[in-house]
């Protein structure tokens, strides 16, 4: 069983830049896709991006598709969530989670999921 862990949320300006990290326990982390979602207050939990097991696929939301990078370091047991020209509606608790396979897109095919790291996005 693989466990996530987040970091690296924060406050922020509008048009800044923030790292999450999400660090997974476990000998098998390297098996595993590996997604980030979140949730803003009031609403459901949504996709955000997934990268493939080996790290040679990626998978974006269409409102986060050229501002955010997610790359994974397998030496690290390492996610990682680069977003930059962050805007308000980026506010939310970022999620980060461990699937088997799957549709990436798709909460339901994830299994391990972290505490979440809060994001805020001043105007």
């Known amino acids: 069983q693989v466990q996530p862990v987040e970091s690296g949320g924060g406050l922020v300006q509008a048009g800044g830049s923030l790292r999450l990290s999400c660090t997974a326990s476990g000998r098998t982390f390297s098996r595993y896709a590996m997604g980030w979602f979140r949730q803003a207050p009031g609403k459901e939990r949504d996709f955000v991006a997934a990268i493939h097991w080996s790290g040679s696929r990626t998978y974006y939301a269409d409102s986060v598709k050229g501002r955010f990078t997610i790359s994974r370091d397998a030496a690290k047991n390492t996610v990682y969530l680069q977003m930059n020209s962050l805007e308000p509606e980026d506010t939310a608790v970022y999620y980060c989670?461990?699937?088997?396979?799957?549709?990436?897109?798709?909460?339901?095919?994830?299994?391990?999921w972290g505490q979440g790291t809060q994001v805020t996005v001043s105007a």
């Open positions: 989670a461990t699937s088997g396979g799957g549709n990436l897109y798709r909460i339901s095919d994830y299994d391990s």
